[in-house]
């Protein structure tokens, strides 16, 4: 099988060491989800590349761009600050990468549970059939 090479991006204060020895588990706790994908790669016999490029800037640039869009045209709150909403969209996509690395969920239900749960909230949703019922 040919072994795959694979670029995880994170935030800068977020890469794993290759191992957990030697560090107190409130240390782990920050970078738990990080330290579970990239060891379930290295497992999987991928190369994992942790250079730090441009790349983690520039999708930062797009992301902040959109959320600040999202604010202008009203889509999202107004009482909440492009930082803040961007560190919830973040703690988000960490909370699909372990759900997909522990198999609670593969990753289209992963991906549409972020969608959903961003966009809007965990409020109980309308049954689309209810109306149709008498």
Avoid: C
């Amino acid at each position: 099988m040919k072994k795959l090479r694979t670029l995880v991006v994170v935030h800068s204060s977020l890469v794993p060491p290759e191992n957990l020895e030697g560090h107190p588990e409130k240390e782990i706790e920050q970078w738990r989800t990080e330290y579970d994908v990239t060891s379930t790669l290295r497992s999987l016999s991928s190369t994992i590349q942790g250079e730090r490029s441009d790349a983690e800037q520039q999708i930062g640039t797009i992301i902040r761009a959109l959320l600040q869009r999202g604010l202008d045209d009203g889509t999202f709150r107004a009482d909440l600050t492009v930082e803040e909403l961007g560190f919830l969209l973040g703690q988000l996509l960490q909370a699909a990468a372990r759900m997909t690395a522990e198999h609670v969920a593969g990753v289209e239900k992963a991906a549409a549970l972020i969608t959903s749960v961003f966009l809007h909230g965990t409020e109980r949703r309308q049954d689309a059939t209810a109306g149709e019922a008498g």
